[in-house]
């Protein structure tokens, strides 16, 4: 039960370690599912970043002497089962590319908002170093869902290019 503002700290952190799991179990398929080698290599490098914010987390989890509960983060579990969804809906190509980025992108902005949260959450409470580091990480973030967005310039218009039917 979350009474005091550390304690919703606390949670937070919990919830972000959860998001960023169940992240690391997806990209792995993800990365192997695209058709576009720029997205898997810019996939498998965000398998890297979330397993270094998830480690970050556990540590700050740590200090704060806090057992490792993780409740599950159902926010970002209905974003990924959206997209795991919708990548049966598009099977291959550009169409599906694009369906991952859209969705990538909405995780990313999940965890842009949550981290900015918590660094102003660690700051109320005195901890510049774990502010620091969480705003850190928010600005990590925010450049992945900016490489994905530029990604996403060539992906969406080769996708609109494959769908185009004469005369629309």
Do not use: W
Request: net charge negative.
């Amino acid at each position: 039960m979350t009474e005091t503002f550390n304690d919703l700290y606390r949670h937070e952190l919990e919830v972000l370690l959860s998001a960023e799991r169940q992240m690391l179990l997806l990209l792995p398929a993800l990365a192997e599912a695209t058709a576009t080698a720029e997205l898997q290599r810019a996939l498998r490098l965000q398998v890297e970043g979330c397993q270094a914010q998830a480690e970050l987390l556990q540590r700050l989890l740590q200090q704060h002497g806090t057992p490792l509960k993780v409740p599950i983060s159902r926010g970002i579990q209905a974003l990924l089962q959206e997209c795991s969804e919708l990548l049966e809906t598009y099977p291959t190509g550009n169409l599906r590319d694009a369906v991952m980025i859209a969705h990538m992108q909405r995780a990313e902005h999940f965890k842009i908002a949550a981290y900015g949260t918590l660094a102003e959450y660690a700051r109320l409470l005195g901890s510049k170093t774990d502010a620091h580091a969480l705003q850190e990480t928010a600005k990590a973030t925010t450049l992945v869902s900016r490489q994905l967005g530029a990604i996403a310039l060539q992906v969406d218009a080769e996708a609109y290019v494959d769908t185009r039917r004469p005369g629309t």
